[in-house]
């Protein structure tokens, strides 16, 4: 029998990196180590020190490898997927000059206001990029540190998305996938590399970028001799370009062209998001038109206010989480860092609909409705871009598949059932993006497809009783949300 070899999947969060030891045969998750980040920032900044990342990628293998038993010679490769849209500025050694603007770093709404009217409005970018600038977009980002930074943005020699910039640490090469590039508003998904003209809109050159490589399994380097000391690995393992969060986390479920398409997905977690894998190229400005990492699309709504909101929510009541109840005739829009999806980036929380009989529990219920059918919302315009017709009852029927933190949680989980009216499925494993990205490690290490490799290991695999039959769908409460949401996004939420 031949000896075990297994791959690292490394998951850089906005709050913390976690690193997936994975048997690269059975896709068997060994063990995940992890370690934590720092976010600052007050009002609408969110900034973090890259190096912080690197630390933390460090002690997360170390740790995996500790708890997994396996000798750090079995190790054949590695992949890092990252926290999508953050803005890495690098001077001429490398090394970071300023702390990173995060996605949701909302201080550059006024640049994503500014960048859609000047290339002529919404249609103009999503036909280019299949995405319009708003304030987590890191064209957007680039921008403000032009108008608010300018002695940092002048020095600046590479520019790197999270996962770029550690994948250079892994490597020493500059490297990232069309799925996380996608994510930038300069590259096209449209001609599939960056794009001249947006790079001259935004005073930015493509030298400053790294290379875009064929998929996020591809190979780009080999593990480096100083790296490897960093991590205590071999040198010269495979080192894959990697993806963004999402991407990763629909290759770890077996989206893909070797795999599922078009079955929506759900990821209740600090966002809300709500994509899937489709072989169409999605034209809508009401999503992120994205790139998967596999060749395929992958259309995808994102809302800034999930779960750290509606946490928020029952810390301010004095409630535990699941203590909760349907809201009742409150209506509460828990937008505590402005919103992406609707863009209102200026927004705070709106609460409407109290009366004398108003209990805590139904606040908090409501606050769960809120973020729940923000996202929801969003589904409808994301089946239309694959293609779909969402009244289709094949279409409506397809189970969703829900992830993230707030799949563990009883109360998100019986929400988005009462909303959605569809059946969920909670795949076993709460580790998709690190399990994702080892798939990428294993095709890297010369596995093959990623898609492909997920699906056999069968990392998207549903859980013992997470099935859960369709409710009947609460549409009072979802028209209450929806017109309180539509009436108050001008006057009141700031839209």
């Not at 998929?215 to 490897?228: F, K, P």
């Not at 894959?240 to 770890?252: E, I």
């Not at 779960?307 to 909760?324: E, F, I, P, Q, S």
């Not at 289709?392 to 598949?401: H, K, S, W």
Request: negative net charge; contains cysteine; proline residues 7%.
């Amino acid at each position: 029998m031949p000896p075990r070899t297994v791959v690292i999947g490394v998951d850089s969060s906005t709050q913390s990196t976690k690193a997936a030891v994975t048997d690269t045969g059975t896709g068997e998750l060994l063990a995940v180590g992890r370690a934590p980040h720092v976010v600052t920032g007050e009002g609408g900044a969110r900034e973090s020190d890259p190096e912080v990342w690197w630390r933390a990628l460090c002690d997360a293998v170390a740790a995996g490898l500790k708890e997994s038993g396996v000798s750090p010679s079995s190790v054949v490769g590695i992949a890092v997927a990252g926290q999508q849209h953050g803005l890495v500025v690098l001077d001429r050694s490398g090394r970071p000059l300023r702390p990173a603007l995060l996605w949701n770093d909302t201080r550059s709404a006024p640049q994503a206001t500014a960048l859609v009217a000047e290339l002529g409005g919404p249609d103009a970018w999503t036909a280019r990029t299949g995405t319009v600038p708003v304030a987590s977009m890191t064209a957007t980002k680039w921008r403000w540190l032009r108008e608010n930074d300018p002695a940092n943005a002048d020095a600046t020699a590479g520019i790197r998305l999270p996962h770029d910039f550690l994948t250079e640490r892994l490597s020493g090469t500059a490297a990232t996938d069309p799925g996380d590039a996608s994510g930038t508003c300069w590259y096209s998904t449209a001609s599939g590399a960056y794009d001249p003209e947006l790079l001259e809109l935004l005073g930015l050159d493509a030298s400053m970028l790294p290379e875009v490589a064929d998929g996020g399994g591809t190979r780009i380097g080999s593990l480096t001799a100083s790296a490897a000391e960093a991590l205590g690995l071999p040198a010269g393992i495979a080192v894959a370009a990697g993806t963004g969060d999402n991407m990763s986390a629909a290759v770890g479920l077996g989206l893909g062209g070797a795999g599922l398409l078009d079955h929506p997905v759900l990821s209740l977690g600090t966002s809300g998001t709500v994509f899937a894998a489709s072989r169409t190229r999605p034209a809508s400005p009401a999503l992120s038109g994205f790139a998967a990492a596999d060749g395929t699309y992958l259309p995808l709504a994102c809302t800034l206010n999930c779960t750290l909101a509606v946490d928020k929510v029952a810390t301010l009541l004095g409630l535990h989480r699941d203590d909760a109840a349907p809201g009742g005739e409150a209506v509460l829009l828990p937008y505590l860092d402005g919103e992406r999806t609707p863009d209102l980036p200026t927004s705070s929380g709106l609460l409407t609909g109290l009366r004398h009989d108003t209990t805590p529990q139904q606040l908090l219920g409501a606050a769960y409705e809120g973020a729940a059918f923000t996202v929801l919302r969003a589904m409808d315009e994301l089946l239309r871009a694959c293609g779909l017709d969402p009244a289709d009852p094949e279409v409506a029927g397809r189970p969703l598949r829900l992830i993230g933190g707030g799949a563990q949680g009883r109360t998100w989980v019986e929400t988005v059932r009462r909303l959605s009216g569809r059946p969920l499925i909670v795949p076993g494993s709460g580790e998709l993006v690190a399990l994702g990205a080892a798939a990428l490690a294993a095709s890297a290490a010369g596995g093959g497809d990623p898609v492909a490799i997920a699906t056999r290991w069968n990392t998207g695999a549903d859980s013992i009783d997470a099935e859960l039959p369709p409710l009947e769908r609460d549409t009072e409460t979802w028209e209450r949300v929806g017109s309180v949401l539509d009436r108050a996004a001008g006057p009141l939420l700031g839209g």
